[in-house]
């Protein structure tokens, strides 16, 4: 018999299912060894030799595996092919003491098909130490400034704050964009828009220059201007100065890697980073899409055959390339995978499946077909209009666009303004229909969502695509962040806290481009260009030096109470606003004789509607634990009413 050991019950169970009964496929349930909970558990005297031990929570099964493995032939370790994967490999063989007694082959596949198990067994390979090397730094990395750093905020700030290598530097992203959005001063502008006519049809334009001076987006400053714009206008004539008709085609974008997954499931499914992990993991093993951690834009030549195949079949030939269209990488982060996330079988669009995984399944099916289909075409007019007013002439800029062929857009739809303009040719002249002045202000830069906090995480090199998802679950999970109705990121108060006494005092551990090069030296470990100690040495000893002086240096910056004039309702003490890990909350004075607290609810959680449940209590936007946003009474627990609704007035 021989064993097969892979990280889930679900991904055994798929396994299980093309293999004969001359196998075993067990899971391990993850990691089966880490470093421990209770203490550092790394040497920095011995080239910081990781201390590894079996969790408790492993320990009844690694047992179990003992035993399987005593039994088996041969073991074959088939956990995923990224680091992580390899190192879990790596630990197995360590736990489990798979030795050269017993005959142990690591396998790898980039989906859980059947032509796709069987090419793998046929093909077994070395476990690849320099990837799990790289997966060790990390994980020496991130134990050593956690377990260092959370101390000092402790005795500085408070209790129970945590500091994280990638964390802190996603926050600080987070952080520095609210402090714009404070600084920010709003400036007044104007907009002219003319709507013109030739015979009955009608079309808008934009004034874009004034006599010989380009319009800046702020170029009209104030009313008076545009009033005075406005009455030059109504009394010009306007004519066609260059008409320009040409064919535009757009292209289709690249099948998913995990970084545009994340993103763009954020803004159309309105999945959070975390769930749409989550979720593509179940497909993944459920073997109905590939590996869903990936940088690569990748096609194998078999998927893209059956891509073309159902697109003939189903859409015609007008909807089939002429040859397969091939997508290079743009990220330099591009690491690992073989091949993009696409789905297994191309011949099928759907599935039965839960709510969540049918639409994201969907999702990559559409993504990766749209990617072997045609442009789409377009009729593109661009009108440039002459103005001759009695103060000055203008030129206004008019444009339209007309779908000839919907090519990709049949499966992978894009909204474009689809509106023509009437036939129009140089010397036309133009009847003037309306002028529109309009005021606007310009805006603060918008607050990071999951699309683009992850966007920038991967711009500026921070963390890896498979690491983006559970950074931002630990921001949200630590209070360091919350969401706010529109779903972007708003610091708490010990976010900003905590975030400013790190960039303050430790400037390089939240700076982006310092963990972009610790993100570079990993990928070099992983390459075996240089060995893992020496980048945790380079680190560690100048990191451990500074962190010494600080805690001399840095005076404690713990919150100080603030006093209110509400009394307690237990004691009749006055009550005080003290701070905590989940931020600013109201407690007793008398404390700890009394022990009352109260939530203080903040403007933007009040709603204004009066609890439909209770009908005595508010009711207010709250936060899961996940950061997802709920409504709730304000009586809680006294009244649990809750809604992912907003209930109506």
């Known amino acids: 018999m021989k064993l097969v050991l892979v990280e889930s019950p679900t991904k055994a169970k798929t396994i299980g299912k093309f293999l004969g009964r001359g196998y075993k496929i067990e899971p391990t349930y993850g990691h089966v060894r880490d470093l421990p909970k209770s203490r550092l558990g790394i040497d920095p005297e011995r080239d910081f030799e990781p201390h590894y031990i079996v969790p408790m929570k492993s320990r009844k099964r690694v047992n179990e595996l003992k035993k399987e493995a005593a039994k088996a032939e041969e073991v074959i370790?088939?956990?995923?092919?990224?680091?992580?994967?390899?190192a879990i490999a790596w630990h197995l063989?360590?736990?489990?003491?798979?030795?050269?007694?017993?005959?142990?082959?690591?396998?790898?596949?980039?989906?859980?098909?059947?032509?796709?198990?069987?090419?793998?067994?046929?093909?077994?390979?070395?476990?690849?130490?320099?990837?799990?090397?790289?997966?060790?730094?990390?994980?020496?990395?991130?134990?050593?400034?956690?377990?260092?750093?959370?101390?000092?905020?402790?005795?500085?700030?408070?209790?129970?704050?945590?500091?994280?290598?990638?964390?802190?530097?996603?926050?600080?992203?987070?952080?520095?964009?609210?402090?714009?959005?404070?600084?920010?001063?709003?400036?007044?502008?104007?907009?002219?828009?003319?709507?013109?006519?030739?015979?009955?049809?009608?079309?808008?334009?934009?004034?874009?220059?004034?006599?010989?001076?380009?319009?800046?987006?702020?170029?009209?400053?104030?009313?008076?201007?545009?009033?005075?714009?406005?009455?030059?206008?109504?009394?010009?004539?306007?004519?066609?100065?260059?008409?320009?008709?040409?064919?535009?085609?757009?292209?289709?974008?690249?099948?998913?890697?995990?970084?545009?997954?994340?993103?763009?499931?954020?803004?159309?499914?309105?999945?959070?980073?975390?769930?749409?992990?989550?979720?593509?993991?179940?497909?993944?093993?459920?073997?109905?899409?590939?590996?869903?951690?990936?940088?690569?834009?990748?096609?194998?030549?078999?998927?893209?055959?059956?891509?073309?195949?159902?697109?003939?079949?189903?859409?015609?030939?007008?909807?089939?390339?002429?040859?397969?269209?091939?997508?290079?990488?743009?990220?330099?982060?591009?690491?690992?995978?073989?091949?993009?996330?696409?789905?297994?079988?191309?011949?099928?669009?759907?599935?039965?499946?839960?709510?969540?995984?049918?639409?994201?399944?969907?999702?990559?099916?559409?993504?990766?077909?749209a990617s072997q289909m045609p442009a789409a075409v377009f009729d593109s007019t661009s009108v440039e209009v002459e103005a001759r007013g009695k103060e000055k002439s203008y030129l206004l800029k008019a444009s339209g666009l007309i779908q000839k062929f919907d090519g990709f857009?049949?499966?992978?739809?894009?909204?474009?303004?689809?509106?023509?303009?009437?036939?129009?040719?140089?010397?036309?002249?133009?009847?003037?229909?309306?002028?529109?002045?309009?005021?606007?202000?310009?805006?603060?830069?918008?607050?990071?969502?999951?699309?683009?906090?992850?966007?920038?995480?991967?711009?500026?090199?921070?963390?890896?695509?498979?690491?983006?998802?559970?950074?931002?679950?630990?921001?949200?999970?630590?209070?360091?962040?919350?969401?706010n109705e529109n779903r972007r990121f708003v610091p708490t108060e010990i976010g900003e806290l905590v975030s400013n006494i790190l960039s303050e005092n430790f400037p390089e551990i939240v700076d982006v481009k310092f963990t972009a090069k610790m993100e570079d030296n990993l990928d070099r470990i992983a390459d075996g260009e240089i060995g893992w100690s020496k980048v945790i040495k380079d680190f560690y000893d100048p990191f451990a030096k500074d962190l010494d002086k600080k805690y001399e240096e840095v005076k404690n910056q713990k919150p100080a109470e603030e006093k209110t004039d509400e009394k307690c309702e237990l004691c009749g003490r006055p009550m005080v606003i003290k701070y905590g890990r989940f931020g600013r909350f109201m407690a007793c004075s008398g404390y700890p004789d009394c022990k009352n607290t109260k939530r203080i609810i903040a403007e933007n959680q009040m709603t204004g509607l009066k609890c439909p449940k209770c009908s005595e209590g508010n009711v207010i936007l709250k936060r899961t634990k996940r950061g997802r946003s709920f409504y709730g009474c304000d009586r809680w627990p006294k009244c649990d009413f809750a809604s992912w609704k907003k209930p109506e007035e």
């Open 93 to 369: 063989t360590q736990a489990l003491g798979l030795g050269e007694d017993k005959k142990t082959e690591r396998i790898v596949f980039h989906e859980i098909t059947k032509p796709a198990i069987l090419e793998a067994l046929k093909t077994p390979r070395p476990i690849k130490m320099s990837l799990v090397d790289a997966q060790q730094a990390r994980r020496i990395l991130d134990r050593l400034v956690g377990y260092k750093l959370s101390p000092f905020l402790w005795k500085k700030v408070m209790s129970r704050l945590s500091a994280g290598r990638v964390q802190s530097a996603a926050l600080r992203l987070i952080v520095e964009r609210e402090k714009e959005i404070k600084a920010f001063n709003p400036e007044e502008y104007w907009t002219v828009s003319v709507w013109l006519q030739k015979g009955k049809e009608a079309f808008k334009a934009e004034l874009v220059k004034i006599g010989e001076e380009v319009l800046t987006k702020t170029g009209i400053k104030n009313e008076a201007t545009a009033g005075e714009i406005t009455a030059d206008l109504n009394s010009a004539s306007f004519g066609v100065l260059r008409a320009i008709k040409k064919e535009v085609r757009r292209h289709p974008l690249p099948p998913f890697t995990t970084s545009t997954l994340q993103q763009e499931s954020a803004k159309k499914l309105r999945f959070s980073a975390e769930r749409t992990m989550r979720v593509a993991q179940n497909l993944y093993e459920r073997g109905f899409i590939t590996y869903m951690r990936t940088d690569s834009v990748n096609l194998s030549t078999e998927a893209v055959a059956g891509a073309r195949e159902w697109l003939e079949k189903n859409f015609g030939k007008d909807y089939l390339l002429e040859s397969p269209r091939k997508f290079k990488v743009k990220s330099r982060l591009a690491q690992e995978a073989h091949e993009a996330i696409r789905p297994t079988n191309p011949a099928l669009p759907s599935l039965e499946a839960e709510a969540a995984e049918k639409k994201l399944y969907e999702f990559i099916w559409r993504r990766f077909m």
């Open 409 to 483: 857009l049949r499966v992978w739809p894009i909204k474009f303004d689809d509106s023509g303009l009437p036939d129009l040719l140089p010397q036309d002249h133009l009847d003037l229909k309306e002028i529109v002045p309009l005021q606007h202000f310009t805006e603060p830069p918008a607050r990071y969502n999951d699309a683009s906090l992850i966007k920038t995480l991967e711009e500026n090199g921070v963390g890896r695509p498979s690491t983006y998802a559970p950074i931002i679950s630990l921001i949200l999970k630590r209070n360091y962040a919350q969401k």
């Open 77 to 86: 370790l088939a956990s995923d092919e990224d680091r992580e994967g390899e």
